[in-house]
């Protein structure tokens, strides 16, 4: 009973879920400018060392996509994120790490400042190299999902800070790690480049950037495609995802990074610590 119950419960998340993507379809556009050729290119790219994931970063990508949507699916991760967040947490999800690629630097050492070369990208203050005769066009994109204006920034600062939540658990301050929040939300423009700490779209925005930090720890291995959940995936991006990166493709020793950091319970934690020193400041 249990199980069906589970099952049902499951379906019914899909079915909100779809609904409320459901003004989220793909418009028209130009071929070399969608998702597809994307997550291609992405297919080039992968670190040379196997100290962390057990995949490319084409194989990463999918796999932090579908440990998002896990996560927004039943964890105490998606706890007071509204529902209309979920598409854009997907999107971001699937972008988190773009800034390791367009660049033609295909076989990398960790590339430690990829989250803003990533966000530099999709502000289009910085050029993604998609072959020699062209860039890719992230507005080309975003006008191919409806995303507003404000949906775009919010990306883009996902992108750029989805390094945070583990930056705090390496002991970067609260308040290191909110600055720089400050400083993406005035660059990028969103919500009017200012918003107030305690306002209820800066803890949105704070809350899914530690589901998305969580989401890439747990996408350093592989994740399983659940049916139910890649409607989800596949609704939002316009083609189906549900069979690619089956399995691992680098041989990765050692406990999964998720568990053996502990983020479902420190990781939570200090997510929960950031929200409360947020509320207590004057």
């Known amino acids: ?12 998340f899909s079915l909100v879920m779809l609904c409320v993507l459901g003004a989220g379809c793909l418009h028209a556009i130009k071929q070399e400018d969608d998702f597809i050729s994307l997550l291609k290119d992405m297919k080039l790219y992968g ?4 100290d962390f994931h057990s995949g490319r970063l084409f194989e990463h990508t999918i796999w932090v ?20 967040l ?20 295909y076989n990398y050492f960790p590339k430690g400042c990829h989250p803003d070369t990533g966000l530099c990208y999709l502000v289009g ?7 020699n005769a062209k860039n890719f066009d992230f507005k080309i994109l975003f006008d191919s999902l409806g ?21 705090l658990m390496l002991g970067v301050s609260f308040e290191t790690v909110l600055k720089e929040l400050d400083n993406y939300i005035a660059k990028t423009g969103y919500k ?8 209820k779209d800066y803890q949105q925005l704070v809350r899914s950037i530690c589901l998305l930090g969580a989401a890439d720890v747990m996408g350093a291995q592989v994740i399983s495609h659940d049916p139910i959940l890649h409607l989800i995936i596949n609704k939002i991006v316009g083609l189906d995802l549900s069979g ?13 990074r998720y568990i053996e950091f502990n983020y479902a319970e420190k990781g939570l934690a200090f997510r929960n610590k950031l929200l409360a020193y947020i509320m207590s400041e004057p």
Not at 157 to 164: D, L
Request: positive net charge.
């Open 86 to 105: 979920f598409r854009l947490i997907i999107i971001s999800a699937l972008l988190h790490d773009v800034g390791k690629a367009g660049d033609f630097n």
């Open 147 to 167: 995303l507003s204006f404000d949906d775009r920034k919010f990306v883009s600062i996902m992108v750029g800070m989805h390094h945070s939540l583990g930056n």
């Open 244 to 256: 690619e990166a089956p399995t691992a493709v680098m041989n990765f020793i050692g406990a999964p």
């Open 192 to 199: 009017g480049g200012k918003l107030n700490r305690r306002s």
């Open 47 to 50: 670190p040379i060392n196997a």
């Open 65 to 84: 996509a579908r440990a998002a949507a896990n996560f927004l699916d039943c964890s105490d991760w998606q706890e007071g994120l509204s529902h209309d």
């Open 125 to 131: 203050s910085k050029s993604y190299s998609i072959n």
């Open 1 to 12: 009973m249990k199980l069906i119950n589970l099952v049902y419960l499951r379906a019914c």
